[in-house]
């Protein structure tokens, strides 16, 4: 059993920032990558930032240079600073952890965190 916890969603202004914290629990080994997720209301869920366990990166065009992900494999945790946020950032963000099991990739995530920008 693996689960996922994330936290650090909220409210912020036009310009603020948030830090999106997801922790990993339970039957947690081979982690591979780890990233998040954001989906808005009628809007398929679509990759923001990708992280692989060499320290990798991978943002969509309309993050980089705004948010920066991060994680601490000691704590199997994953992290997204989220600077100089628009309104159109906000959604329901999920963070995605993938387990490498007999040898096939298996994807958990985390129940969702809501992020709300004031314009």
């Known amino acids: 059993q693996v689960q996922l916890v994330e936290s650090g969603g909220g409210l912020v202004q036009f310009g603020g920032s948030l830090r999106l914290s997801c922790v990993a629990s339970g039957s947690i080994f081979n982690i591979n990558n780890m990233g998040w997720y954001c989906q808005a209301p009628g809007k398929q869920r679509d990759l923001v930032a990708l992280?692989?366990?060499?320290?990798?990166?991978k943002y969509v065009d309309s993050v980089k240079g705004r948010f920066t992900i991060s994680r601490d494999n000691a704590k199997n945790a994953v992290y997204l600073q989220m600077n100089s946020l628009k309104p159109e950032d906000a959604a329901v963000y999920y963070c995605?952890?993938?387990?490498?099991?007999?040898?096939?990739?298996?994807?958990?995530w985390g129940q969702g965190t809501q992020v709300t920008v004031s314009s």
């Open positions: 992280i692989t366990t060499g320290g990798m990166t």
């Open positions: 995605d952890v993938q387990l490498i099991r007999l040898g096939f990739p298996h994807e958990f």
